[in-house]
């Protein structure tokens, strides 16, 4: 007797096959290396990656390992072997948000950042500079109320 075109003993060692195969998998992955720890507790060396609008420049947050040092790096997509600009920025200060404004020029929002867990806050500074790292310009923007 066919059941849908299938003899019943074909369908029974397709599921014992499927079954043995599914038992082996997670052996299959313990077989592999294990992922050291560290790894799991180790800070991303770049951050925040921001293309510019016409897709030729790509700006990153670099921290060190350290964690006490931060710089933007500004890359050409072409050849990121080399970055085109770097902008280091004092002990515990990182760029809190990086906005293209133009295909040349960029601002940066600083932050400080004290532990190596902590979200950072803003300063109220403003950074403009072209992807080159001239023409820089800073401001101090105040949130509080002025009465």
């Not at 720890?37 to 293309?51: G, K, N, S």
């Not at 016409?54 to 933007?72: E, F, I, K, R, T």
């Not at 004092?90 to 940066?108: C, G, H, M, Q």
Request: hydrophobic share 40%; with cysteine; glycine share 6%.
């Amino acid at each position: 007797m066919e059941l849908q075109g299938r003899k019943p003993m074909s369908c029974c060692l397709a599921r014992t096959l499927l079954s043995a195969a599914c038992l082996l998998l997670p052996a299959a992955a313990v077989a592999a290396d294990p992922v050291p720890v560290e790894d799991f507790a180790r800070h991303p060396l770049l951050t925040m990656p921001r293309l510019s609008p016409n897709g030729q420049y790509l700006a990153v947050n670099m921290n060190d390992p350290g964690g006490d040092s931060h710089m933007l790096a500004v890359y050409k997509v072409d050849d990121m072997k080399q970055p085109v600009s770097m902008l280091r920025l004092p002990k515990y200060e990182i760029a809190a948000d990086i906005t293209w404004v133009s295909n040349t020029r960029l601002v940066v929002d600083k932050g400080k950042m004290y532990g190596s867990i902590d979200k950072p806050f803003l300063t109220g500074e403003v950074i403009a500079t072209d992807l080159d790292g001239r023409n820089q310009e800073i401001r101090t923007i105040s949130t509080a109320a002025t009465a």
